[in-house]
């Protein structure tokens, strides 16, 4: 059964630092997403990117974030300069049409600032 | 604005009991309504959802969920627990203002299934 698939599993980096995450979302799918859920707490919607670009991105989305498609199967979220509260788990999720209701996870990034 | 909650932080239950997650949900129009799952250090799974059509669903690992539209409820349910059904539930809805299919997720209740 096809999956998404997250790298790394646990990410740790220094304040200020750049980290990249990557995501390989099924390979029919069309909507891909990044969550995160920082420990104890709620996933909350980061980003949405469809047809190659962002339709929708949270308030929690500011400009230290991107996200890229760079070659037709990754899709990356990059945060340029990480503060202490992104430490959290991030999870990539993608949708095989609108008419597929049911976004599949993949098992998370956890990221720790220090 | 859409959102769902789910009351309960934890539930406990003994193996072999029956056991309810509850969520309710707020949202215009007809809701689009999904549980998920979470094991500890993993990924988020999906379980059933709600579109439309009949009120009650069934989902993966003999889960089954109930719409209810008059109290706005969906409430998560299995009349068999199990140990290993021991993890994290998110209920979620679909928010529909916009066309990115984003999910909305509650805070997640804690089943605790005791031997």
Redesign the interface.
Known sequence: EPEVTQTPSHQVTQMGQEVILRCVPISNHLYFYWYRQILGQKVEFLVSFYNNEISEKSEIFDDQFSVERPDGSNFTLKIRSTKLEDSAMYFCASLRDRGYNEQFFGPGTRLTVL | AQSVAQPEDQVNVAEGNPLTVKCTYSVSGNP?L?W?VQYPN?????LL?Y?TGDNLVKGSYGFEAEFNKSQTSFHLKKPSALVSDSALY?C?V??RS???????????TLLAVQP
């Not at chain 2, 993993?42 to 999906?46: E, H, I, K």
């Not at chain 2, 916009?98 to 997640?108: D, H, M, V």
């Open positions: 689009y999904f998920y993993r990924g988020l799974q999906f959802k579109i998110f979620a679909r928010d916009g066309a990115t299919n984003k999910l909305i997720f509650g805070t997640g």
